[in-house]
């Protein structure tokens, strides 16, 4: 009898060795999954919001529109070209909120991504989460003083027309 039950628990630890080389495997294909899906979704952001900056006629770039974009609701409009953060979409609008909140401490990838109702321990969420920060700071809504904190513009800064987080669109280009 006792032959007959080591024999079984050799055969147990073999096949427990066998799952957790294959959970193993699974786990890695599994992240590089979410990688790819984080770029994708990435990609497509991009693509949508520069689809929708293309649809945009040149005098509502220089003037502030009173009407609602055309494009793409997830499009991130520049700051100067939108009446206020109601014209972000949503998800943008729980952010900028979360920022607010954040203070001067600032908000991180992490908690935005609380905040948008992903799971924090994934890091392609995460990075989903920062991808959209870098996007608001971009586009004049929040600025990046501490690398990973997001904060709010200070008001000087918006009401000066300056671009918070150091807009490279607009430089000129006289070095030679």
Known sequence: MRAVLEARRKAAVVRVEKLEAELER???DLADAEEALRRRAIGLEEYLEALAEEEVPAEMVVGVSQRKPVGPRRAVPHRENA???GDLSVDYQAVMAAAEEAGVEGLGARRAAVVLGWDSASASRVEG????LKRLVERGWLVEEK???FTLPAPEQVA???RPGGGSSARSSTTG
């Open 129 to 132: 989460a920062r991808a959209r």
């Open 160 to 162: 000066g027309g300056g």
């Open 147 to 149: 690398p990973g904190r």
């Open 83 to 85: 009446a206020g953060a």
């Open 26 to 28: 699974v786990r890695a």
